[in-house]
């Protein structure tokens, strides 16, 4: 069986490794002939542990090839970006070009027999319209074309272990694509188990999943604003309460970043804008949260002239991933603020990055005046004594006991 994986980003390249080593023939493709040469020479383009070890095993073994031109395949892979947009309004709107077009382009070479397997996150219906553009570029009848949609399930620092070891869903248009996409899991998975649903109940499930985090860090800042407030100190408060058997609070942040927690939310408000109520405002608080942590940092500061250190700009410790990053968000909102600050992310290039001067971790001790720690990084947690001779504001709980 031929796989061709669509996209080779976060989820794709990760996923044509696992598939490969699974013993599939698979194809990674991408738009960006950058990105493929960068493979065919041998290398990743991202971070992630183990992964290029993974990457050479798969090359090696013979069974791993990339191209930036589409070919025939068993099955066709669609992992591409989901992100959203604010239209005229301010509403957010899930953006599905990239689908949209990834489904032409396959439709063109589909045949009956093939699978389509949608990977990324989207709204509900999307698989729906995945089809009927499946439909458009092949000719087939939309109600024989087999698509499933399997959304993705791991988390940067831990893909590697997670593609063969969470759970996964297939939710699926017709009974055939259901068993066709179950029998790849089940060949790759090691304990996970394959769930069968329908396509719809599939796309909400992902988007469940991610929303109930969100609500749950939402309801954890919102505790550090009033802590804050009352003199407490939020992250033991947290602690003690979680000794309760049936209380998960999850750790409080400088907001919440990452494509796929920092997105959901929305997907599912856009459509039921008149029931997400709890969903909605969660996602404003979360989104708020850059702000208040600036207030905070400005007014600590001892003269206007000091300069700022953050520590972090990733969306979660020890990654590259920066996609919605609220480190990132804090930093933006201290440039319009006129502050001068700098940061340090070890995951990060050194130097000019996007406006902001991203330096060592040696260079930020010695210049900052005020810290801010935005994030977990290793480097940070191995060198808290040096941390705590600065002034500084712990956004995470690093800092504590």
């Known amino acids: 069986m031929k796989i061709t994986v669509m996209g080779q980003g976060y989820i794709g390249l990760p996923t044509a490794i696992t598939l490969s080593g699974a013993g599939f023939e698979v194809c990674g493709f991408d738009v ?4 493929i040469e960068q493979l065919q020479s041998g290398k990743i383009h991202i971070v992630e542990p183990g992964l290029q070890l993974a990457f050479d095993e798969a090359v090696a073994g013979g069974h791993l090839h990339f191209s930036s031109e589409l070919a025939p395949s068993d099955v066709f892979y669609i992992a ?3 992100p959203f947009y ?29 699978l389509v397997i949608l990977e990324s996150t989207v709204p509900p219906r999307t ?38 070891n969470n759970d996964r869903i297939v939710g699926a248009r017709t009974p055939e694509a259901a068993e066709m ?40 800042n919102e505790l550090s604003i009033i802590c804050d407030k009352m003199g407490i100190d939020v992250f033991e408060l947290i602690k003690l309460a979680n000794c309760h058997p049936r209380v998960n609070i999850l ?32 996602r ?9 942590v600036a207030e905070k940092v400005i007014g600590s500061l001892a003269k206007v ?30 440039k319009e603020k006129g502050v001068n600050f700098i940061a340090c992310d070890p995951f990060a290039p050194y130097g000019d990055l996007n406006g902001i001067s991203n330096v060592s971790f040696d260079e930020i001790l010695e210049k900052a005046d005020y810290l801010v720690i935005t994030l977990g990084h290793t480097l940070f947690k191995d060198n808290k004594e040096l941390i705590a001779k600065k002034p500084f504001y712990d956004c995470v709980g690093l800092m504590e006991k």
């Not at 919440?256 to 029931?275: L, M, R």
């Not at 404003?284 to 208040?292: A, G, L, S, T």
């Not at 002239?305 to 909102?333: A, F, N, W």
Request: charged residues 30%; hydrophobic residues 35%; glycine residues 6%.
């Open 181 to 220: 996409a179950a029998a790849i899991y089940k060949k790759v998975l090691e304990k996970g188990v394959v769930h069968k649903t329908d396509d719809l109940t599939a796309e909400m499930c992902k988007l469940t999943e991610n929303t109930f985090r969100d609500v749950n860090i939402a309801y954890a």
């Open 251 to 282: 750790t409080p942040g400088v907001g919440v970043g990452g494509h796929c927690i920092a997105v959901d939310p929305w997907f599912i408000y856009e459509q039921f804008p008149e029931e997400a109520k709890v969903i909605h405002a969660s």
């Open 86 to 114: 604010q239209d005229d309004s301010g509403a957010h709107k899930a953006d599905l070009k990239y689908v949209e077009s990834a489904g032409r382009m396959a439709g063109k070479l589909l045949k009956p027999e093939n």
């Open 32 to 35: 960006n002939q950058k990105t």
């Open 305 to 334: 002239t000091d300069t700022v250190g953050v520590l972090g700009l990733s969306y979660k410790p020890d990654v590259d991933d920066m996609r919605e990053s609220p480190s990132l968000e804090l930093c933006q909102i201290l």
């Open 127 to 164: 698989s729906e319209m995945l089809a009927r553009v499946l439909s458009e570029e092949s000719g087939i009848d939309m109600d024989k074309i087999h698509v499933a949609h399997c959304p993705e399930r791991v988390i940067p620092g831990n893909m590697m272990f997670e593609l063969k």
């Open 80 to 82: 591409v970006p989901t």
């Open 284 to 292: 404003v608080r979360n989104e708020n949260k850059p702000r208040f």
